[in-house]
């Protein structure tokens, strides 16, 4: 009965955390378009560089209250995640930037093989056909959903290279470093919060003023604005916090493949929020081939070999008993 109940309890605490994440990621998403489309913030790097800065007041409170323990991460690996993180985030937005809509939302959905590419050879995943298939099947229908117009240019490939490798890379090292130094989610956070809010809020200005030509600190900004600014990064602690969860417990693979329900969403709230022109009968059945694809692929990568490590070599180093705020960290059961 108890292998059982502990069965349960973790699909309860995966589909929890998964929610937490869509309700987050979707949130930021509607109100960062308001915020941008309505109301002329277009300083998407130094945003973000708010964002982490939010999300390190919150770590450091909760630390000084004690309910995060210390940790350890040695500062090389700091340092690469960050690296992989910033170059995520500034590639993306010269990639939105310099390729059309249609070329972006194709990049964004290779980061799928290219995240299988690094759990393949990193560490030694091996998927079943069936897996494969519900795969391909998502990156049909999202594809089918999301791709109009495709153009491609010199500049934009290079961009859009950089930000697919540096985000695949970002999310793989997420769930690397929660197993190989036992770190929780708010632990991570604690460590990565504070060193990518002071380098994008260091280079954002200036790498915002060299995308938009537009200084952030000239913006009108007005009481309406700045609640939307709060209200965006406020909705960005729990976004952080939720990515860093769902890859510890899921890997970069599932996540990016469960993500694309978090693209549906978004289409649907543009639809009700933002007008009616962008859904029509190709994109619906989008919707659905995505859906019964990410079905397919919760299914086939849960049975025995649909999705399993061949090696289970990966050092582990000790830190302190994890706190009651810290996520369980049941690493051989992931999907």
Not at 74 to 91: R, T, Y
Request: aromatic share 12%; net charge positive.
């Amino acid at each position: 009965m108890a292998p059982a109940n502990k069965a349960e309890r973790k699909a309860v605490v995966d589909a929890s955390a998964w929610m937490f994440n869509v309700v987050t990621s979707v949130g930021i998403i509607i109100v960062n378009k308001a915020l941008m489309a309505t109301y002329g913030f277009s300083f998407a790097t130094t945003l973000t560089g708010l964002h982490f800065a939010t999300t390190t007041l919150m770590t450091a409170v909760l630390r000084w209250l004690g309910y995060i323990q210390s940790s350890h991460l040695p500062m090389a690996e700091l340092l690469k995640f960050v690296l992989f993180a910033n170059f995520s985030i500034v590639g993306m937005n010269v990639s939105l930037m310099w390729n059309s809509v249609g070329f972006y939302q194709i990049a964004k959905l290779s980061m799928i093989p290219v995240s299988c590419f690094l759990e393949v050879v990193m560490d030694k995943i091996r998927y079943s056909r069936d897996t494969k298939l519900s795969i391909a099947v998502v990156l049909l229908g999202v594809g089918v959903c999301t791709v109009t117009d495709v153009s491609v240019n010199t500049k934009g490939f290079i961009a859009a290279f950089i930000a697919v490798w540096s985000t695949s890379l970002q999310q793989y090292y997420v769930h690397h470093l929660q197993r190989r130094y036992n770190l929780s989610s708010f632990n991570l956070l604690g460590h990565t919060a504070p060193a990518q809010a002071g380098t994008l809020l260091l280079l954002g200005p200036f790498l915002d003023y060299w995308l938009t030509s537009q200084r952030v600190d000239a913006y009108n900004y007005n009481i309406v604005s700045i609640m939307f600014i709060l209200l965006s990064c406020t909705i960005a602690v729990g976004t952080n916090l939720s990515q860093f969860i769902c890859i510890g417990r899921f890997t970069a693979v599932s996540f990016q493949v469960l993500g694309h329900m978090k693209t549906i969403l978004v289409l649907i709230m543009g639809f009700f929020f933002f007008g009616k022109e962008g859904l029509n009968l190709h994109v619906v059945l989008g919707m659905i081939i995505a859906v019964a694809g990410m079905i397919w692929y919760g299914n086939a990568s849960s049975k025995p070999g649909g999705k399993e490590r061949r090696s289970l070599s990966l050092p582990t180093i000790r830190q302190q008993k994890p706190s009651s705020l810290s996520d369980s960290n049941e690493h051989d059961s992931k999907v």
